[in-house]
């Protein structure tokens, strides 16, 4: 990737997370003249988490939907189509009838503990470099199990109230996160990613198969041990504090390699950097949408992905037949 | 002074049997046998692939013992399948194993230049072949171990990569090559290796292996008249194996 291509996505994650901040103006404007602490406090205790969340989410998202692309070699997989997001929110969603909501320890290793028990169901299932066709199956198969199986946790919900705060959660929102809920998504988030940056060599050797890496001195087995804890440790926190969001994994590496040219491994940080834009990008369309009333952002994300998602499938299938 | 290869007891469970192979400098040794005879799992016990047991060592050194980097320089592995998983340049996949200088070098050499640019996936099957034989050569490794490189290559190309095999034994490197071609291999290679079973059956000169009855049983063929025969159908004709037009079939180019 050129240099010129890198500064100019950090600056638009800059900008990205400034208007974050800053937007709407005239509530902070308003309270700058008036009550410059209360202003600043806004800042810092609403706005500032929310923009991190978003920041931070994205971030990991693209970052994983990198790593587990590239190590299915298949531009079809991502956290939320393996079903690696709903084993997170069936995981956090049984965690938290039994232990509630304001628990988000509890909660996340819930959500992580879910997180892995999908990805490794889908190792299982759909072997190691997984056809196109059985990859899609088994994540579906997977997503739809755990979606069942907290369909079921709702319709057991222990009361109206607890059915209410899941399915909210479940929806996938930024708002009203506090700093420290902020810093428990993004702390594993941002270590995650580091340690997934690591794994860019090898991803990239994988290109010319498993035996080629092998013979480069890479050990497989371990790097996809690694890209399966990393991407439901990081994951697994974020789903916890915001719920499920999907199609930033799927979106975000697609676009990375393209700068990248190709390159499965070095699509990782710009990957990361397009996922953190696509949620900060997503959070303002979501707060600026004139609706009387908020979004909730898994919405959002789902409704302008889908059809990227039904344009990949056409594009792939006339490649196929091309 | 130091052996070049030696593998003692290399083995993988179920597909190659303990071998003990030793190259002393460089040579060209060509690897012949059936489908499943176990040619490419003695190349992925020489190259570590898949946790083979015994030990291998290049040049004296063990190649576990060395990081990516240095692996490199000391053993090259080309596979017998041409996938290549994401739409790189061809350049760009040479890169994924040398230096710059190197890979212009490998591509100049497979008149890979016009394509340098162009995505894999916009590549004939014998081209992407040629970008991955740069692939293996450009680091210039002490040891090449090839799984089929002239498959999917036309006439000429097939005997460029053996003459360029021939120079880089001439430059001092070792290159071991799994190939289907009896006759082509016989004219370039040093030593030529007979497999069965996942084990070494027949090991020596070319004319003495392919003159072997060893041979002859292993692939069930004979040389009559400078062509191969499936010996069922010399024994139905008397031996004379100038029917391979009427059904009997010619063997060696593959």
Redesign the interface.
């Known amino acids: 990737m050129s240099r010129l291509a890198l500064l100019l996505l950090l600056l638009a994650v800059a900008l990205a997370f400034a208007l974050s901040l800053a937007l709407p103006w005239p509530p902070i404007a308003a309270l700058l003249e008036q009550d410059r602490p209360l202003a600043l406090a806004l800042l810092w205790e609403l706005r500032l988490p929310r923009a991190l969340l978003a920041l931070a989410y994205g971030a990991m998202l693209g970052a994983s939907g990198a790593a587990i692309q590239g190590l299915f070699a298949n531009p079809l997989a991502s956290p939320d189509l393996t079903g690696t997001t709903s084993g997170a929110a069936l995981g956090a969603v049984v965690t938290a009838y039994i232990l509630g909501f304001s628990a988000p320890l509890a909660l996340a290793l819930g959500a992580v503990g879910g997180a892995l028990g999908a990805l490794l169901l889908l190792l299982a299932l759909a072997g190691r470099r997984a056809e196109t066709a059985t990859l899609l199956l088994a994540g579906l198969a997977i997503s739809a199990l755990a979606g069942a199986l907290t369909t079921l946790a709702l319709a057991l919900a222990p009361s109206p109230f607890a059915f209410y705060d899941a399915y909210e959660w479940l929806m996938g929102s930024l708002v009203d996160r506090s700093t420290e809920q902020a810093a428990f998504a993004a702390l594993p988030a941002l270590a995650a990613i580091l340690l997934l940056l690591r794994l860019a060599s090898p991803l990239d050797s994988l290109t010319l198969g498993e035996e080629v890496a092998q013979s480069f001195g890479y050990d497989v087995r371990r790097l996809r041990i690694e890209i399966v804890c990393l991407t439901a440790f990081g994951v697994g926190a974020c789903v916890a504090i915001c719920g499920a969001i999907g199609f930033v994994g799927l979106v975000a590496p697609i676009f990375a390699r393209r700068l990248t040219g190709g390159h499965p491994g070095r699509a990782i940080a710009p990957a990361a950097l397009i996922g953190g834009l696509l949620l900060l990008a997503a959070d303002l369309v979501v707060r600026s949408a004139p609706l009387g009333r908020t979004l909730p952002i898994g919405v959002v994300t789902a409704l302008l992905g889908a059809p990227f998602f039904l344009w990949l499938v056409a594009h792939m299938r006339w490649r196929l037949e091309r | 002074m130091t052996e070049l290869l030696t593998a003692e007891q290399a083995a993988l469970p179920g597909r190659l049997g303990p071998v003990d192979f030793r190259m002393g400098g460089p040579e060209l040794v060509c690897l012949v046998g059936p489908n499943g005879s176990g040619k490419t799992s003695l190349l ?1 016990a020489l ?4 946790a083979p047991s015994g030990e291998v060592r290049i040049d004296g050194r063990r ?2 013992d ?3 980097a240095e ?2 320089r000391l ?3 080309l ?1 017998a ?1 041409r ?7 061809a350049a ?2 040479v890169r ?2 040398a230096g710059e200088a190197e890979t212009l070098e490998a591509m100049e050499a497979l008149e890979l230049d016009r394509f340098a640019r162009r ?1 894999v996936d916009r590549l004939s099957t014998g081209e992407r072949s040629r970008v ?1 034989i740069a ?1 293996a050569l450009a680091p210039r490794p002490r040891l090449l ?1 090839l799984d089929e490189p002239v498959a999917n290559l036309d006439p000429l190309w097939q005997l460029r990569l053996m003459e360029m095999l021939r120079l880089a034994v001439a430059g001092g490197q070792g290159a071991m090559v799994a190939m289907h071609d009896l006759d082509l291999a016989a004219r370039y290679a040093d030593r030529l290796v007979l497999m069965e079973n996942g084990g070494i059956v027949a090991d020596g000169e070319p004319v003495s292996v392919l003159g072997s009855e060893r041979l002859e049983a292993v692939f069930g063929i004979r040389k009559v008249g400078g062509e191969w025969h499936p010996l069922a159908s010399l024994a139905r004709s008397g031996g004379e194996g100038n029917h391979a037009k009427h059904g009997g079939g010619v063997i060696g180019t593959t």
């Open positions: 992925h190259a570590r692939i898949g190649p576990e060395l990081g990516p692996r490199r053993l090259s592995y596979p399948s996938d290549i998983a994401w739409p790189l340049a760009d996949v994924l194993g995505r991955l692939r171990l």
